[in-house]
């Protein structure tokens, strides 16, 4: 299976059905122009010199070009390399550190963020931009390209990188997660089982595709399914539905609650939604039971993460005993049982499997083609992460004897606030920039709105006075906007173990 060839098989069979309808650019275009333009930028790739495993940069909201460009570096073995634009210009730099790519491709929305990019790295060959707001200088590329079927494809593997989608850890650095066409393939077979795709479908993505909800996104494609593209704003997405007849979509808690939250949500059709996926962290019972009441179609959850895809799957049948007859109510804060083609074990540091009474903590470990190849240029972290085909992915939980995992912490204190991933050191170091602060420890609280927020404890320096406004202040200048702190706490001392590491279970035990 090549990943990139999805396009080609839906535009001899339906040619004239919509693909993709971009939303905010009022674009729609075909399967038919679809696979035209897939093939254009691909031999517009080779035209500039790129060889197959070569790295494609690519630095843009969801649109149309950024789709048609992940199909065609597939279809030719290039490696897509999406990055996220709501980092800084200087982590931005250390991942095209990392890839190397040949070449960036910007959005010319994004075309003052790309430029402050380039100004601080040599390392990219070329850079292009398309759009109205940018040069066009990737439309100039691709334009004068024919329609018709690369050459390179014939020599695609499924064992060959497909991407390499961009994650942090517990240092703080962004890590590449590489996948091949066959783990991404194997991650479509989860999300077809769960969700139970029918080709009358249309799929909205409400997240980004620099994120691993590219994969979902790409998986209802591969049913011949049109696909909206947005960028998430509430009141558009219930827009969308009730326009395009959207049946499915993947939703945080932050984007459910907003949604539910528009002032004339009622006068909203619809009916055409068959099932709502959410993710992206902890979904509070409340907020589930409300979704649950007031979207007419059934509800699913999904576990997983950059590396693995989704990896468990909380059904549509456990919400509705859940919430319905009561059955198992507690199954709404598990994150479900192990996947389709996905085998999952909780087990102790030294790899035994832990009892089945949802009492016992270990580590989940997964066993998938679904799982990344590895981490891109850090075998390192790669041996760390993949034992013996196990993939150990740091989060700690309980089971009960029917396999539903309960997630009770993250041994890399990862916080998920809606939807995207917070690294407390990130947070921490950030923080500590400001130079009254002597200590500085961040952990995630539960927030009904967002899943969980950041909440920052601080240690003045004797003879210094702060105040949250200072923290805040300190965090803006350098951290997204989603990584600053919601909460800021004093205290005196930091709670810690005799060999000087900070006890954070304290501090969520006193934040309770």
Known sequence: MNIGLIPQKWARLTPQKEAVIDAEKNRRITFSELEDLVNQIANGLISIGLQKGDRVGILSKNSIEHLALFYACGRVGLVAQPMNWRLSASELVKIIGNGNPSVVIVDGDLSGLGKQVQAETDLVQQWLEYGEAGDQSFESLVQGQPPIEPSLTSNCRVEDPFFILYTGGTTGESKGALHSHESVWYGMQNQTVAERIVPSD????????????????????????????????????????????????????????????????????????????????PMPSRIIREALDSFPCSLIQGYGQTEGTTMTFLTQEDHYLAIRENLHPERLRSCGREGFVTSVRIVDPAGSVVPQDNKTPGEIIVKSKANMLGYFGRPDLTDQTIRDGWMWTGDIATWDSEGYCYIVDRAKDMIISGGENIYSIQVEEAIA???????????????????????????????????????????????ASYQKPKFVEFVEELPKAPTGKILKRNLRADSD
């Not at 558009?236 to 326009?243: C, G, H, K, V």
């Open 202 to 281: 249309v799929y909205m993505l409400t997240g980004q595709m620099f994120h691993i909800p590219i994969v979902l996104a790409m998986n209802y494609h591969a049913h011949g399914c049109p696909l909206v593209l947005m960028n998430f704003d509430a009141e558009l997405a219930l827009n969308l539905i009730q326009e395009e007849r959207v049946s499915a979509f993947l939703g945080v808690t932050t984007m459910l609650n907003w949604m539910m939250a528009v002032p004339n949500f009622k006068s909203f059709n619809l009916d055409s939604l068959r099932n709502i996926q959410y993710g992206g962290g």
């Open 433 to 479: 920039k400001n130079e009254a602060v002597l200590e500085v420890a961040v952990i995630g609280v539960p927030d009904d709105e967002w899943g969980e927020s950041v909440k920052a404890f601080v240690v003045t320096k004797p003879g210094h006075d702060l105040s949250s406004e200072d923290i805040m202040a300190t965090a803006k200048n350098n951290l």
